[in-house]
């Protein structure tokens, strides 16, 4: 059910970013009075779901979900209609059209993605503002690291100063700030003592590949939240709310701390202290060989910390939203500056559709859907703008140099781009979704 759930938020989310990216091309077309001859959401090789036509354009749904297009008359693309570009020009079509005028037609979907982003943003930000939890305030009981920023130098309990130098004030950033900024320091405050630490070589590339939320995250105390249904911990007398606070004499205070302690106890029998109340308690039980106690821990974040909350007015939304489109535009530049980087090798970890559908919730929630669309919005913008022939990016390095150059590509040059161009992206999507069936099977 959570795998259908995703797909059907994918789905949802790519039929809306691919209608709002094509509607830029068709309505860009429109108002130069080109004629656009088909609308389609997904590609329809052999047949189509559904069609119909209406002022002169075929409206349709394809059945493969790879993305979807539109058709405009005299215009070089995935279609190769080479029969239609052998007749003389109509002036309705796209290559009668002046430079400036074609360039704003293939600049009009990525326009339109930016635009989709923007719009997105400043309603989340007017429905639900902004909330996250600061480096400053996660820095209360100190972070908890799992074994890769253990071999960055990271260890349970310190407290992050800076990231190359510059604070990191949303704390749930500074695995992607470490990346994206390819960093080589990280300061922290240990056992109140300033410490430098020097990540080792190749721990970018190596944080890439991880992917894991557990890298670094926050301390938190130890309370008992609920219990499952074979709970040692029940069995000995702890209850609801009670505070653990260490086992046989050793003070052990912070969830993350006491799950890899209790490892060290299993098939034992131990000594569990809590606090409940005003009274500081004992509890023998056995350590099953799992090396669990069975309790589930308190862990929404408000009950630990004070979250930085900021809602925003309609009018007040309208900034904010645009600075959260061109930061989230500048952070996708980096990301892909590092797929050609020999040190980080990201190009190893380019996913296909499964990583996109692996990043929606399990259970649909339209904040995380609409923050995850607006990302992939402006994802599908920066990714058509790459200069390759077959994709918007290089019919626009092709009318800039007309521009410049004052004159046009020829036709067969621009069907011979258009092959390699398709090929290039054919191998890149089988390149990318292969990479996710690998993972699957390893």
């Keep these: 059910m ?27 077309a429109k108002m130069f009075k080109t004629r656009v001859e088909k609308f389609y959401l997904f590609f329809n090789p052999w047949f189509s779901l559904f069609k119909f036509t209406w002022k002169g354009t075929e409206y349709g749904m394809g059945w493969l979900p790879l993305g979807g297009y539109v058709k405009i008359s005299g215009m070089i693309d995935e279609s190769l209609d080479k029969e239609a570009m052998k007749q003389p020009a109509q002036p309705w079509e796209f290559r009668s059209k002046p430079a400036w005028q074609r360039l704003i037609i293939m600049l009009g979907g990525v326009i339109m993605n930016v635009v989709l982003a923007f719009v997105i943003y400043i309603g989340m930000l007017s429905a639900y503002g902004e909330q996250y939890l600061s480096t400053s305030e996660a820095n209360k009981y100190g972070v908890a690291t799992d074994s890769l920023a253990r071999e ?42 300033r410490q430098t630490l020097q990540l080792p070589e190749g721990a970018i590339g190596k944080l890439v590949k991880h992917k894991s939320p557990m890298f670094l995250t926050v301390r938190i105390p130890f309370i008992v939240e609920s219990f499952p ?63 669990f106690i ?22 007040q939304a309208v900034p904010a939203g645009m600075a959260k489109t061109v930061d989230g535009i500048g952070g996708y530049l ?27 919730p399990a259970e649909f929630h339209w904040e995380s859907f609409w923050r995850l669309t607006a990302f992939l ?39 011979v781009a258009q092959i390699i161009g398709m090929i290039i992206l054919f191998a890149l999507m089988i390149y990318a979704n292969g990479n996710d069936i690998v993972k699957l099977f390893r």
């Design 2 to 28: 959570e795998i259908l759930i995703k797909i059907l938020q994918l789905l949802l989310s790519l039929s809306i970013l691919v209608i709002v990216h094509e509607f830029g091309h068709f309505a860009a």
């Design 152 to 193: 960055f130098g990271l260890r349970n309990g310190d407290k992050i100063v800076s990231v190359d130098g510059q604070y990191v004030e949303d704390f749930n950033k500074i695995p992607l700030t470490l990346i994206l900024e390819e960093a080589k320091t990280i300061e922290v405050v240990r056992e109140g003592q």
């Design 229 to 291: 249904e074979n709970s040692p911990a029940r069995d000995a007398g702890l209850l609801q709310g009670d505070s653990l606070l260490g086992i046989n004499g050793r003070v052990i205070r912070y969830f993350q701390d006491f799950r890899e302690a209790i490892q060290q106890y299993k098939g034992q029998n131990v000594s569990v202290s809590v606090i409940r109340g005003a009274d500081t308690l004992s509890y023998a039980m056995d350590v099953p060989e799992a090396g």
């Design 294 to 315: 069975g309790v589930f821990p308190k862990q929404q974040l408000d009950a630990f910390f004070t979250l930085n909350q900021k809602d925003f007015t309609v009018v």
């Design 334 to 360: 980096k990301q892909l500056k590092l797929l050609f980087s020999p040190e980080v090798k990201a190009y190893e970890s380019v996913g296909g559709f499964i990583t996109i559908g692996s990043i929606f």
């Design 377 to 415: 919005s402006i994802m599908l913008a920066v990714l058509n703008l790459l200069p390759i022939p077959a994709l918007d990016g290089g019919h626009v390095a092709f009318l800039m140099y007309e521009i410049v150059a004052r004159r046009k590509p020829s036709d067969k040059f621009m069907e």
